[in-house]
């Protein structure tokens, strides 16, 4: 009776995750999952420059981590900040726009912009991974001085280290601007800097999400999967073997060297970034629509954000 009802659990949580088809790629021994964290399910002010009321509408990628398990089991990770440009796509754009034309499109902005392809990727919104963390008894992370990011809700009061619960867990891998407090005075942190601290927090919490979720007993698993699952899209399949490997891997992510272009928002790895992906193993010649690369064709549109 009870496999009969885990194997029941199990379905009613996969009937509600939002499953999609991407291109296939080539064969590879080792496999690339794309995470991502959507900014959809995030409550915003009215006076947010990205605020709709429509809980339907397109979602930016805010948080990227590339993951490469490798045949034997070993595993690398590398944060992606989200104002890497894509390139093969149509006009140069961000990955965290490219999302909003859906996670195909992601996939092929991270080949045209990193050289980087990916087998499958999982898109989590704000109010799955909040639950998802919650669901596990939050995260523990270490903190060298108090932070706080007024613009994503995060106050953390104290140093060193301390457990988070989803929704600060959530607004620290969002935080583009933390001030840290330094002998009393609040110090506020320039857009580059903000960018790196960004993707180097996306890196460490979601590492410890896929910890905790290696070490929970099964009814916590299956609370955790139930409360992520809706939020949840995944495209190119996923296998619970392989969640299992992923879980009991160890991983600790690197951040993607960038520098900025134009003087803006936009970055690219050049060849320090390049040389950090291959350095973890990740394979950098993908180029979208090459022959004999992807077999990707170009999108029959350039996207519009």
Request: with cysteine; aromatic share 4%.
């Amino acid at each position: 009776m009870l496999t009969l009802l885990s194997g029941l659990g199990a379905w009613a949580v996969l009937a509600r995750v939002d499953w999609i088809e991407l291109a296939p790629r080539d064969l590879d021994p080792d496999t690339v999952y794309l995470f991502v964290g959507a900014d959809a399910g995030i409550a915003r002010d009215p006076s947010d420059v990205q605020y709709t009321e429509d809980a339907d509408a397109p979602a930016r990628a805010d948080v990227l981590l590339l993951v490469r398990l490798g045949a034997s089991g070993e595993a690398s990770a590398v944060s992606v900040p989200r104002d890497v440009v894509a390139t093969g796509i149509g006009r140069p754009i961000r990955l965290a726009l490219t999302l909003l034309d859906g996670p195909q499109l992601l996939v092929d902005g991270v080949c045209g912009g990193l050289g980087v392809e990916v087998d499958r990727v999982v898109v989590i919104d704000g109010r799955g991974f909040a639950e998802l963390v919650d669901a596990v008894g939050g995260i523990e992370v270490d903190v060298s001085a108090p932070l706080r990011d007024p613009a994503a809700e995060l106050r953390l009061d104290e140093a060193g280290l301390q457990r988070l619960d989803g929704a600060t867990a959530l607004a620290l891998v969002r935080s583009r601007h933390a001030e840290t407090l330094v002998d009393g005075t609040w110090v506020a942190q320039d857009e580059a800097g903000g960018a790196v601290d960004r993707a180097a927090w996306a890196g460490l919490v979601l590492d410890r999400v896929r910890a905790a979720i290696g070490d929970a007993a099964p009814w916590t698993l299956a609370r955790a999967a139930w409360a992520a699952s809706s939020g949840v899209t995944i495209g190119g399949g996923l296998h619970p073997v392989e969640l299992l490997r992923l879980a009991s891997a160890d991983v600790a992510p690197s951040v993607l060297p960038t520098r900025t272009i134009g003087g803006g928002l936009p970055r690219v790895p050049g060849d320090e970034g390049e040389a950090v992906l291959r350095e973890a193993g990740f394979d950098t010649g993908c180029r979208v629509g090459a022959a004999g690369a992807t077999g990707r064709a170009h999108p029959s549109h350039a996207p519009t954000g």
